[in-house]
């Protein structure tokens, strides 16, 4: 394709309009849809806003998420989602992918090059609306709450959890046992902090009796075949 005269036409360009039509023709942020995930993490990505049908294009992005050592978040796109797409002054593939024991290090690409449509990085981003966003994370105030289509996940200021959910409650341990899990259960409720420190709200030791009791009892009686072996 052969590169525009920027001086065509005019003889009275001045460097700062010269400046101002390079800018107009370089990718440095863009706003797009996903047409296509191709793989993950790659999506194609169409320019979401154009003056003319004929500048409308389609590009392959490396699609980032939010990602951290401390914490990463991994969302899967779909089709029509809309995307922040910035292109990096240099890239390089290892930006996504460092290799271990050069977290720290610089990348050195003597072939690193930005600002063009194979450089682009998609960023899934849009304005919330509740009733079209379904599966939602969101911090108030100190409050926490994770919200699905059938599940939902409440933490106040307080630290107080609630769960509403129209599913099952799925604990999962490494024992494959019934009983071993339960027993595992009781010891968590008797070590159970309530309020204020540890040293003075732990559990009492009437409450752990109780606890006790009821463990040597009802639990081991409903998983036991009606004989007496499990109340020893």
Known sequence: MEEPNLLAGSE?????????????RSCVIDFGIVQKVR???????????????QNMFVMTCVLANIASASLTIDIKPNEGDRVLVVYPRMYDEDMFDIPAGKEKTPIVNEHANGYNLMCGIAILINQYRRNKHKNV????????????????????????VSIDTEGKYTIKNDSTDLLSVIEGLATEVKNLVTEGSQTTQQTSEASKAKIELWEQTKLKMLLSDGSSELDD
């Open 12 to 24: 009275s360009l001045t460097l700062l309009t010269a400046v101002e039509s390079i800018m107009k």
């Open 137 to 160: 994370i969101k911090v108030d105030n100190g409050a926490i709450t994770v919200e699905s289509a059938k599940t939902k996940i409440e933490i106040d200021k307080d630290g107080n």
């Open 39 to 53: 793989a993950s993490g790659v999506v194609d990505v169409a320019v979401a806003v154009a003056d003319t049908p």
